[in-house]
Nanobody, 124 residues
Framework: QVQLVESGGDSVQAGASLRLTCEFS????????MGWFRRAPGQAREFVAG????????LLGDAVKGRFSISRDNNKKMAHLQMNSLKTDDTATYYC?????????????????WGEGTLGTVSD
């Protein structure tokens, strides 16, 4: 059974940075593509970033291109979301997701496992 635990959410001011971490427990982390999604208050969950098993394919949502990056450490079984130049619109609960696929992840309906989420709040 796979479990995902997010950490790193915090309350920061606009322009600051946050680094989120997703810890994967279970077998065969390298078999999974990893993704980050977020849900802002009153809005649907949206794709933020995805990375395939060997970091050869990295995808970013339009709202975060140029500011966010995703990475993974297959030895430590972790995925990270580096968020720079944060805006108030980035305030959301951020969810880590895993998909048993080598291709990559962009759609939440494709994901096999989810974490509970970590809250990032950005204020003016």
């Amino acid at each position: 059974q796979v479990q995902l635990v997010e950490s790193g959410g915090d309350s920061v001011q606009a322009g600051a940075s946050l680094r989120l971490t997703c810890e994967f427990s279970g077998r065969s982390f390298i078999s999974y593509s990893m993704g980050w999604f977020r849900r802002a208050p009153g809005q649907a969950r949206e794709f933020v970033a995805g990375v395939n098993y060997n970091s050869g394919t990295i995808l970013l949502g339009d709202a975060v291109k140029g500011r966010f990056s995703i990475s993974r450490d297959n030895n430590k079984k972790m995925a990270h979301l580096q968020m720079n130049s944060l805006k108030t619109d980035d305030t959301a609960t951020y969810y880590c997701a895993a998909l048993l696929s080598a291709v990559g992840v962009t759609a939440e309906e494709d994901c096999d496992y989810w974490g509970e989420g970590t809250l990032g709040t950005v204020s003016d």
